[in-house]
């Protein structure tokens, strides 16, 4: 899953570290999210969103990450 969360935790000057801590979570989690091999929980992604001052639609890319899924599924009709 696209997010723009390495793109937010730049602009906010924060590391990965910083910002694991913020979010209760693992450094490495927040690395998976930013390589997109880990797509976080409703919960976290709520976390990730206040912290960044916007919202989950926003960060998580969704829009764009819709339009992916239902290209993969048409492929497959």
Known sequence: MKTKVREARLKAGLTQEQLARCVHVSARTII????????????????????????VEELCCLEENWQMEEERYETLD
């Open 32 to 55: 998976s999210i930013e390589r997109g091999q880990y797509s976080p929980s409703l919960l976290l992604a709520y976390r990730l969103a206040r912290v960044f001052h916007t919202n």
